[in-house]
């Protein structure tokens, strides 16, 4: 997610970064860092880690598309099994 760089500071303190150099965030590193201060053991969380820019043929990406892009639906669960991943 691209931040404006008026708003890194303020976003890098909110989101528990301790600089305020990138013009981006990791969106899953957040997400990862939430579920843990929630109460979810580091094995129980998987990452697809795909890409939807570079995946054209699979995702539809704004950043890529701009106007015409698509829409898309993402899930988050709980798996009962940490053994087992997808």
């Known amino acids: 997610m691209f931040t404006p760089p ?3 500071a303020e976003v890098s303190a909110q989101f528990g970064f301790s600089h305020a150099r990138s013009r981006t965030i990791d969106l899953a590193e957040v997400n990862r860092r939430q579920l843990i201060t ?3 053991a580091p094995d129980q969380i998987y990452s697809a880690a795909l890409c939807t820019f570079c995946l ?3 995702f539809h990406s704004y950043r890529r598309e701009k106007d015409v892009a698509g829409r898309m639906l993402s899930v988050v669960g709980v798996n009962a ?3 087992t991943s997808p």
């Open 38 to 40: 929630e109460g979810l």
């Open 56 to 58: 054209a043929q699979d």
């Open 81 to 83: 099994s940490p053994s």
């Open 6 to 8: 008026s708003a890194r």
